[in-house]
């Protein structure tokens, strides 16, 4: 039930729509057809006061659709269907149109249907950029992201001024779309101009940096005041404004179980931004935090457990075996990496689960051993009861994993992980 908490919502929500919508009158003879085409429009609004209030990344939101991570796959495909049911709304309002016409009914001017055309054409040309532009990097897709509420402007005008429903009334219709265009406009806001200077109000000086591997930077922060308090296996956004070291916001998870006072992360130089703040971050600068996110908490788990981790993936779980596991716990830990040098935490993680009897660690090699499969696991683990799959590693390397443990005997009653696609 929690995995679809996000999807019963959105039912829940066009539900309400369709019932409070078949319950009220136009204000005026419409074809059917235009009925059932302004019903489209509002579930339309539906669509992006969650889209919206998605970006604002509240709590809320999390526990609504069961992690922020989650929360942006429902982003993502809100948006992809509110496009395709504007095209239909603006197809199937020509065609009421066109039967208006024939039939000799006259129609009013309706001087606020061009915002509707003008919203449509910028909606159209942002999705598309935001769909064509999965090469550019996180910052510049954020960039593109903050246009789009332009056009949910000129869609909430262009729906108060064309609509053939009662907007300001006080049916139950009128109420649902103006709470839920209220909390779109408020989301939308609060996400462009206010979230990136209130959010992050947690606050650090750069206490150590440490190379833990190629190309991978351990950075430890002293709290300059309140501190962020986590729980092992989340994220936090990170940025810097540093001069030369800065760093705009961006998503990271938290390296080491959770101290009094401080905060780690563990960050690969994956891109350009990585790259540079890898090279210009120094001892002193100041970074803030805002969060925490996530639910990877292999505490929620089924007590016989696998975690695979893949190359910097190892950062959840190194917290995981900071933190304390409990006794009832059975957990064979697979790490995978590419090379000696491309592999973070390996003598300290010998170290802290030699002193855990519950946790055992198989480390691969891939340069060694080639790549981990699910057949080499089985042959390393003894438990036949059901079995949760922790994950955190590279997409290709789940995507095959999951494959594969389908088509294994290991009894997998859950594979967990985190999506960390934030666009």
């Not at 990097?137 to 402007?153: D, G, L, T």
Request: hydrophobic share 40%; net charge positive.
């Amino acid at each position: 039930m929690k995995k679809q908490k996000g999807l019963i919502i959105i039912m829940i929500s066009i539900i309400i729509t369709y019932i409070s919508w078949a319950f009220i009158r136009p204000t005026r003879d419409i074809p059917a057809i235009t009925q059932y085409s302004q019903l489209i429009a509002a579930i339309v609004m539906v669509f992006f006061c969650l889209v919206n209030f998605i970006s604002t990344r509240h709590k809320f939101a999390e526990y609504m659709f069961n992690g922020l991570d989650k929360s942006y796959l429902y982003h993502k495909y809100l948006s992809i269907f509110s496009l395709i049911l504007i095209l239909i709304h603006n197809e199937t309002i020509d065609i009421g149109k066109k039967l208006q016409r024939t039939s000799g009914i006259r129609m009013p001017k309706d001087p606020y249907a061009m915002y509707g055309s003008f919203s449509l054409y910028l909606f159209v040309a942002l999705i598309l950029i935001a769909l064509l532009a999965k090469r550019l990097n996180y910052e510049r897709w954020k960039v593109i992201h903050k246009f789009m509420i332009i056009p949910y402007s000129l869609g909430i005008y262009h729906y108060y001024g064309s609509s053939n429903y009662p907007t300001f009334s006080l049916d139950f219709f009128s109420i649902w779309m103006n709470l839920l265009n209220f909390i779109g406009i408020i989301s939308a806001v609060y996400s462009i101009f206010i979230y990136e200077k209130k959010s992050f109000k947690y606050k650090y000086k750069v206490k150590s940096l440490r190379t833990v591997a190629i190309g991978t930077l351990e950075i430890t922060g002293s709290a300059l005041g309140k501190d962020l308090e986590y729980k092992p296996g989340q994220f936090a956004f990170l940025k810097v404004l540093n001069g030369e070291s800065n760093f705009t916001s961006h998503p990271f998870t938290l390296s080491e179980a959770h101290k009094k006072g401080e905060l780690q992360f563990t960050i690969k130089a994956l891109g350009d931004h990585t790259k540079r703040l890898i090279e210009t971050l120094k001892v002193g600068d100041k970074f803030s935090v805002s969060g925490p996110y996530g639910k990877f908490d292999f505490k929620r788990g089924a007590n016989n457990q696998i975690w695979i981790a893949g190359g910097i993936g190892i950062t959840p779980f190194r917290s995981f075996a900071q933190a304390d596991v409990p006794k009832d716990f059975s957990i064979d830990f697979f790490y995978a990496y590419n090379s000696e040098d491309d592999a973070p935490y390996v003598e300290e993680l010998q170290e802290l689960t030699s002193t855990l009897n519950n946790v055992r660690l198989h480390l691969f090699n891939s340069k060694e051993k080639g790549f981990l499969t699910v057949k080499e696991i089985s042959e390393l683990i003894t438990i036949n009861a059901p079995i949760d799959v922790y994950f955190c590693g590279p997409k290709p390397m789940r995507e095959g994993l999951m494959k594969q443990f389908k088509n294994s005997s290991i009894n997998v009653s859950n594979f967990h992980y985190e999506h960390f696609q934030f666009k």
